[in-house]
């Protein structure tokens, strides 16, 4: 079992800036590839931006790149995401996941879920 947990979520402003945080623990977390999923209001899930355990591979979803950075440090057994350029459209509660292998799609069905945490970005 692995267990997740995200923090960092809040209010923020258009063109703003946060930092989520996803903590493991239960299991080794570099033979988990992570990943960061959203889901607004009355929409589906979506992925985000994914990782491998080693943190040599990632992956990202078009909207996001170049704005968001996903990164772990497994000596923290954590998973980040980096949001920069916030827009109203980035609203949504923010989910991380592991899996022994890492999937890049909406459709992903990760082993493993956080309960997920608020981001709000005000216009």
């Given at each position: 079992?692995?267990?997740?947990?995200?923090?960092?979520?809040?209010?923020?402003?258009?063109?703003?800036?946060?930092?989520?945080?996803c903590a493991?623990?239960?299991?080794?977390?570099?033979?988990?590839?992570?990943?960061?999923?959203?889901?607004?209001?009355?929409?589906?899930?979506?992925?985000?931006?994914?990782?491998?355990?080693?943190?040599?591979i990632r992956?990202?979803?078009?909207?996001?790149?170049?704005?968001?950075?996903?990164?772990?440090?497994?000596?923290?057994?954590?998973?980040?995401?980096?949001?920069?350029?916030?827009?109203?459209?980035?609203?949504?509660?923010?989910?991380?996941?592991?899996?022994?292998?890492?999937?890049?799609?909406?459709?992903?069905?990760?082993?493993?879920?956080?309960?997920?945490?608020?981001?709000t970005v005000?216009?």
């Amino acid at each position: 079992q692995v267990q997740l947990v995200e923090s960092g979520g809040g209010l923020v402003q258009t063109g703003g800036s946060l930092r989520l945080a996803c903590a493991a623990s239960g299991r080794t977390f570099s033979n988990y590839a992570a990943a960061w999923f959203r889901q607004p209001p009355g929409k589906e899930r979506m992925f985000l931006a994914g990782i491998s355990g080693s943190g040599a591979i990632r992956h990202y979803t078009g909207s996001v790149k170049g704005r968001f950075t996903i990164s772990r440090d497994n000596a923290k057994n954590t998973v980040y995401l980096q949001m920069n350029s916030l827009k109203p459209e980035d609203t949504a509660v923010y989910y991380c996941a592991a899996d022994p292998l890492l999937c890049s799609s909406n459709t992903c069905n990760y082993d493993y879920w956080g309960q997920g945490t608020q981001v709000t970005v005000s216009s």
